[in-house]
């Protein structure tokens, strides 16, 4: 079971040894973590885009390409259609976002003819490792989704499901969070939470996964909490995985875990064929090697 991010490069470095291709590679911030990466020895890589920009980054980095491929790509439409087909292929596991905009790689991704299209819903999955908490905390979707309805966030939790499983949780405890944790047509959070609990009852996610909510977020990570408001629920300070009902609230438990709890963290995009690297330039350059090495433990368990 991995505990903390540092368990998480220990297992991607442990296991078969995944191939990342990175679309339109040309970036220092993503060409520096992939470096970190491949000299963990926890990837092979191939970078796709402007060749002559990608060396010019990596000698400046003391990145040293013998043994990484580098693929021409004129155009950040056609690194993002070359980058999706080698996974397509069969030729690379996971794919990660470089020097270009997510609408146009999640473009290539969703392709009917050779994009990694399913039948779930894309979502953001961030993991989040907090000084005053025991475990890694999962947290879907501050990212992608605005206002997800029930059916989309049925998506939204098995896609956080997989990434808990992959990473060695064989129980897996959720919080639906809301307001509060009694149900309220007026607040539709509520109703979902309740639903989703009454389906994991029913064993629609699996055996060993426990759904409570409608639950607040104070419930659903302390236990102290819990017995002085005396609500009882094997969730309670046990959360892996905190379900939001918005954007905006994910967004902003995220950007406190890190700003204001000096929490560090790792991200991934679930719902295609292959887990997708996607980080903001605004993150670590620990977030977007830790993102990296997620993604290649996502591949490896659900390969």
């Not at 078969?16 to 339109?24: I, W």
Request: aromatic share 4%; glycine share 8%; net charge negative.
């Amino acid at each position: 079971m991995i505990k903390s991010l540092k368990d998480l490069k220990v297992q991607a470095k442990n296991q078969e040894k995944m191939t990342l291709v990175v679309a339109a590679a040309e970036d220092k911030d993503v060409l520096s973590a992939v470096m970190e990466a491949k000299t963990s020895n926890i990837i092979n890589a191939v970078l796709v885009g402007e060749k002559k920009s990608i060396e010019e980054i990596a000698r400046e980095i003391g990145f040293d390409l013998q043994d990484v491929k580098v693929i021409e790509a004129s155009g950040l439409e056609k690194s993002a259609e070359t980058s999706v087909r080698l996974i397509s292929e069969g030729k690379a596991d996971f794919l990660m976002k470089g020097k270009i905009d997510t609408s146009i790689l999640l473009k290539a991704v969703l392709d009917k003819d050779y994009g990694l299209r399913t039948e779930r819903l894309l979502s953001h999955v961030m993991v989040y490792e907090v000084p005053s908490y025991h475990k890694l905390l999962l947290m879907s979707d501050g990212g992608m989704n605005i206002a997800p309805t029930f059916d989309q966030k049925e998506d939204i939790l098995r896609n956080a499901l997989l990434v808990s499983q992959a990473m060695g949780n064989h129980k897996t405890f959720v919080s639906c969070l809301a307001a509060k944790e009694k149900t309220s047509e007026k607040m539709p959070a509520t109703m979902d939470g309740q639903r989703l609990k009454e389906r994991a009852l029913d064993k629609a996610y699996g055996e060993d996964v426990y759904v409570e909510g409608p639950i607040a977020f104070d419930l659903a990570v302390s236990k102290d909490a819990a017995r002085i408001k005396g609500y009882e629920s094997p969730v309670v300070g046990e959360t892996d995985i905190l379900l939001v009902p918005t954007i905006e609230v994910g967004n902003g438990i995220g950007k406190t875990m890190t700003y204001m709890a000096g929490g560090e963290s790792a991200g991934v995009i679930m719902g295609a064929k292959a887990p997708i690297v996607l980080v903001s330039r605004a993150d670590s350059a620990e977030t977007k090697f830790y993102s990296i090495a997620l993604g290649s433990v996502i591949s490896a368990a659900t390969k």
